[in-house]
């Protein structure tokens, strides 16, 4: 099995920055393509980022791409996202998952960490 646990997240003003980690445990975390998610309160979980597991190019979300950059460490088995000219409409739950994807597009996410609250205020 492999245990993820989000870390970084916090209130921060409307175009202000904070980055997102995600220190993984358990398994091999190299031979998993990692991602972040997000989902705000009534609305369903979205993707955000993902990486393959070489690193490569990473694919966004239309609404983070140019805000966002997602990297990953295998060396310390983490996973991070940097997070740039947060908007109000970015406050979500911030979740990490490992899983797979094929070509450019997220497959499935094998697991789950717990989450981290990012709240944007205007």
């Known amino acids: 099995q492999v245990q993820l646990v989000e870390s970084g997240g916090g209130l921060v003003q409307a175009g202000g920055s904070l980055r997102l980690s995600c220190a993984a445990s358990?398994?091999?975390?190299?031979?998993?393509?990692m991602g972040w998610f997000r989902q705000a309160p009534g609305k369903e979980r979205e993707f955000v980022a993902a990486?393959?597991?070489?690193?490569?190019?990473?694919s966004y979300a239309d609404s983070v791409k140019g805000r966002f950059t997602i990297s990953r460490d295998n060396a310390k088995n983490t996973v991070d996202l940097q997070m740039n000219s947060l908007k109000p409409e970015d406050t979500a739950v911030y979740y990490c998952?490992?899983?797979?994807?094929?070509?450019?597009?997220?497959?499935?996410?094998?697991?789950w960490g717990p989450g981290t609250q990012v709240t944007v205020s205007s």
């Open positions: 998952g490992a899983g797979s994807s094929f070509g450019s597009s997220w497959s499935r996410t094998d697991y």
């Open positions: 358990g398994g091999t975390f190299s031979s998993y393509a």
């Open positions: 990486i393959r597991r070489s690193g490569g190019i990473p």
